[in-house]
């Protein structure tokens, strides 16, 4: 059973760092493009950012650029979300999702709360 489990959320203060992690099992990792999304109280759905399956190459929105990397490691079946400088508006749930073709599967989400 196809399943992406994220971790790594937690509160921070405004200037901090956290590292989120999305764990999938239950399909081939490395042939799906991987993407960041993320959720605030009362908002729609944004999408974060993406990284490829084939080269690896990554897209943000222009909220995150500059701040946030994505990377994946095929090996460990994860793709991770490096946050930096965070501010309180990153405050969300956040969820990933893989992709191939129409196939798509989603993660619970997990939470951060950019706080002092």
């Known amino acids: 059973q196809a399943q992406l489990v994220e971790s790594g959320g937690g509160l921070v203060q405004p200037g901090g760092s956290l590292r989120l992690s999305c764990a999938a099992s239950?399909?081939?990792?490395?042939?799906?493009?991987m993407y960041w999304y993320r959720q605030a109280p009362a908002k729609e759905r944004e999408l974060v950012g993406s990284i490829t399956s084939t080269d690896g190459s990554t897209n943000y929105a222009d909220s995150v650029k500059g701040r946030f990397i994505i990377s994946r490691d095929n090996a460990k079946n994860t793709v991770y979300l490096q946050m930096n400088s965070l501010k309180p508006e990153d405050t969300a749930v956040y969820y990933c999702?893989?992709?191939?073709?129409?196939?798509?599967?989603w993660g619970r989400g997990t939470q951060v709360t950019v706080s002092s």
């Open positions: 999702r893989g992709q191939f073709a129409k196939i798509n599967y």
């Open positions: 239950g399909f081939t990792f490395s042939s799906y493009a």
